[in-house]
């Protein structure tokens, strides 16, 4: 993520309750798959937890790349 993108998602977080809610959950995903990840011996259920948070994630980031693109758009960036 280059520096414009890094400071526009920074600006939204501080205007848009939406888009700083969806950066929470991220991050909340992000701290329970790296617990997850640390397991040595993972069980089945820890197992497809990791895959439904990992899909879960992926899919609040297409949000968030969503929200900044709309954003972008409406203020002329590219």
């Known amino acids: 993520m280059d520096a414009n993108?890094?400071?526009?998602?920074?600006h939204?977080?501080?205007?848009?309750?939406?888009?700083r809610a969806l950066v929470l959950?991220?991050?909340?995903?992000?701290?329970?798959?790296?617990?997850?990840m640390a397991l040595p011996y993972p069980t089945p259920e820890e197992l497809m937890e990791e895959t439904i948070?990992?899909?879960?994630?992926l899919l609040v980031k297409d949000k968030?790349?969503?929200m900044l693109n709309r954003y972008k758009r409406?203020?002329?960036?590219?």
Do not use: N, T
Not at 12 to 19: T, Y
């Open 53 to 57: 948070l990992k899909k879960k994630k």
């Open 64 to 66: 968030m790349e969503a």
């Open 12 to 19: 939204l977080m501080a205007i848009d309750p939406e888009f």
């Open 5 to 10: 993108s890094v400071s526009l998602k920074e």
């Open 74 to 78: 409406q203020m002329g960036l590219k």
């Open 25 to 36: 959950e991220h991050q909340q995903y992000e701290a329970r798959l790296s617990e997850l």
